[in-house]
């Protein structure tokens, strides 16, 4: 597995942390057979009695489905920047004016 793949895999793994209860039952276990158990497409196509193309199609159809939603609601993208700035927070608890200044960056992401 590749780089890309890996960062591929660990941000799909966290939408589908955010945006899994707008999703559909059947897209809700695909993506997590596939993304959270690495499971391969042939063994979900074995699983549900579907073909591995149907798998794939609904797979890249939902993956596209969150980063939509991702676009729109930006939970991730959050996410990712509130955990920036406690890690900041961390480094700089000696310096009250950091801390002021990364609390007032955390008020504004609200």
Same mark, same amino acid.
Request: charged letters at 35%.
């Given at each position: 597995?590749?780089? =890309?793949?890996?960062?591929?895999?660990? @941000?799909? =793994?966290? !939408? &589908?942390?955010?945006? #899994?209860?707008?999703?559909?039952?059947? #897209?809700?276990?695909?993506?997590?057979? &596939?993304?959270? #158990?690495? $499971?391969?497409?042939?063994?979900?196509?074995?699983? &549900?009695?579907?073909?591995?193309?149907?798998?794939?199609?609904?797979? @890249? @159809?939902?993956? %596209?489905?969150?980063? %939509?939603?991702?676009?729109?609601?930006?939970? $991730?993208?959050? &996410?990712? #920047?509130?955990?920036?700035?406690? =890690?900041?927070?961390?480094?700089?608890?000696?310096?009250?004016?950091? !801390?002021?200044? $990364?609390?007032?960056?955390?008020?504004?992401?609200?």
């Amino acid at each position: 597995m590749s780089k =890309n793949d890996l960062v591929k895999t660990l @941000r799909m =793994n966290y !939408l &589908f942390d955010f945006y #899994q209860a707008l999703l559909t039952k059947k #897209q809700r276990n695909y993506l997590e057979l &596939f993304y959270l #158990q690495d $499971y391969s497409l042939s063994e979900i196509a074995d699983t &549900f009695d579907v073909s591995r193309q149907a798998v794939y199609d609904n797979i @890249r @159809r939902t993956g %596209d489905l969150v980063e %939509d939603y991702e676009t729109k609601l930006e939970l $991730y993208s959050k &996410f990712e #920047q509130r955990r920036e700035i406690y =890690n900041q927070m961390k480094a700089s608890i000696e310096d009250p004016d950091a !801390l002021k200044r $990364y609390i007032e960056e955390l008020e504004e992401l609200e």
